[in-house]
Nanobody
Framework: QVPLVESGGGLVQAGDSLRLSCAAS????????MGWFRQAPGKEREFVAA????????DYADSVKGRFTISRDNAKNTVYLQMNSLKPEDTAVYYC????????????????WGQGTQVTVSS
């Protein structure tokens, strides 16, 4: 098990920034690829960003490319999602996930999930 706890969500206005954090327990954090996903009301969970074990490779959904940045600090067992230029359509519950397999954007390939943090962007 890899308990994951997200934080940093909140209510902001369009154009503002937020940084989400996801802290993992245990000493094996660096063995996992990490991803951020989001789910808006009435919609399916969608991929946002992913980062490989070392942190040198990242991938983004087209909808957030150029605005969001994923990073990780393996010494702190934490993955981050810096979100800039937020838009109302970014409103969702954001989840972090840890995967033991290959670096991937597919939600089903991740093994552990956090409880989520709400991000609401007003226009």
């Amino acid at each position: 098990q890899v308990p994951l706890v997200e934080s940093g969500g909140g209510l902001v206005q369009a154009g503002d920034s937020l940084r989400l954090s996801c802290a993992a327990s245990g000493r094996t954090f660096s063995r996992y690829v990490m991803g951020w996903f989001r789910q808006a009301p009435g919609k399916e969970r969608e991929f946002v960003a992913a980062i490989n074990r070392s942190g040198y490779s990242t991938d983004y959904a087209d909808s957030v490319k150029g605005r969001f940045t994923i990073s990780r600090d393996n010494a702190k067992n934490t993955v981050y999602l810096q979100m800039n230029s937020l838009k109302p359509e970014d409103t969702a519950v954001y989840y972090c996930a840890a995967g033991r397999g290959s670096y991937t954007v597919v939600a089903g390939s991740y093994d552990y999930w956090g409880q989520g943090t709400q991000v609401t962007v007003s226009s």
